[in-house]
């Protein structure tokens, strides 16, 4: 059998069955049964949703399986209320089985080159087949926990902008409230006059309240979904303050000394940390080539006047 034929017969058996799967799988939904014999009621047009993503020919046919390899998935690993707390730290606007369904994908693409390598492999050593093979279950489940560990640091080089951008914008609002204007209107004009991660977390704690959400309560669910302390106690600070009418100029002024202090002190531990760091090229690098070129010309030395 050549190469060509075996992966033609792979490519035709997959087909055939993805056809059975979707043709027994196939069962009418409830409102497609009922609906016939309801059709002198009164029926709305569906609304299109929100946000909706169209439905391409991958998806159409693809999208079944890898929903159920995604709730398999969600089965094994769990945790959903941790990927759901990261997702919101990360500002990724997808739900958790979307996500799922993306470490499929990844685990996927992982199970795809280990198995390009092994039916090479294969086709010259046929023994090696199943070890191969728990290789490539192994490079599936490495695809999978790929994905979940890109999105932690997603998570991280998120809440590091936004450490990055929180002194100078809790610094705007103080002066905004300090000059008199309230609290919305403060952050409705950093919000525009903004960029960035904090930018986009103050424009969504003002489409909370300008859905009729209480500015206290949209405050307290900021505080409640970051992931970072100072900016959690800057929030409840605004909502104390609003709450229960504190001056809230000073509030603000001495959060943004403590939001300025917090990245002095990051600042000078990531010193420390970076001054560790540097040590390594010189214990394993440098200080090497010194004690060789210390201890060489004696070394060389001997040698020569030693028969």
């Known amino acids: 059998m050549t190469p060509w034929g075996a992966l033609a017969g792979a490519m035709l058996g997959i087909g055939v069955l993805l056809v059975a799967g979707a043709a027994l799988g196939r069962r009418p939904a409830l409102e497609v049964r009922v609906l016939p014999y309801i059709r002198d009621l009164p029926q709305a047009a569906p609304r299109p949703t929100v946000g909706a993503r169209p439905a391409g020919p991958f998806r159409a046919v693809f999208g079944p399986a890898l929903g159920a390899a995604a709730g398999s998935v969600e089965k094994v690993l769990g945790g959903s209320a941790s990927i759901r707390r990261r997702l919101e730290r990360a500002g990724l606007d997808?739900?958790?089985?979307?996500?799922?369904?993306?470490?499929?994908?990844?685990g996927l693409i992982g199970f795809a080159a280990c198995a390009a390598v092994t039916l090479v492999v294969a086709l010259q050593a046929p023994g090696r087949t199943l070890p191969l093979l728990v290789l490539c279950a192994v490079a599936f489940a490495f695809g999978v926990l790929?994905?979940?560990?890109?999105?932690?640091?997603?998570?991280?080089?998120?809440?590091?902008?936004?450490?990055?951008?929180?002194?100078?914008?809790?610094?705007?609002?103080?002066?905004?409230?300090?000059?008199?204007?309230?609290p919305v209107a403060a952050l409705d004009r950093v919000a525009v006059r903004c960029r960035g991660e904090m930018a986009d977390e103050i424009g969504r704690v003002l489409?909370?309240?300008?859905?009729?959400?209480?500015?206290?309560?949209?405050?307290?669910a900021w505080a409640a979904r970051s992931g970072l302390p100072a900016v959690a106690r800057f929030a409840e600070a605004m909502a104390v303050a609003v709450d229960r009418g504190t001056p809230l100029a000073a509030v603000l002024h001495?959060?943004?000394?403590?939001?300025?202090?917090?990245?002095?002190?990051?600042?000078?531990?990531?010193?420390?940390?970076?001054?560790?760091?540097?040590m390594v090229p010189v214990v394993f690098l440098v200080l090497p080539v010194t004690v060789m070129f210390a201890f060489w010309p004696g070394v060389v030395g001997l040698h020569l006047v030693t028969p």
Do not use: C, K, Y
Not at 94 to 106: A, D, L, N, P
Not at 207 to 220: E, W
Not at 263 to 270: F, K, P, V, Y
């Open 207 to 220: 489409a909370d309240i300008h859905t009729g959400t209480p500015v206290a309560s949209s405050l307290d």
């Open 254 to 278: 001495a959060q943004a000394a403590d939001a300025r202090e917090a990245g002095r002190r990051a600042l000078i531990e990531s010193g420390a940390r970076r001054e560790v760091l540097m």
């Open 94 to 106: 997808i739900t958790v089985r979307e996500f799922r369904v993306e470490q499929v994908i990844w």
């Open 146 to 182: 790929l994905r979940e560990n890109r999105l932690t640091s997603q998570a991280r080089d998120r809440e590091r902008r936004i450490m990055a951008q929180f002194p100078t914008v809790a610094e705007l609002l103080a002066l905004a409230v300090g000059a008199g204007e309230g």
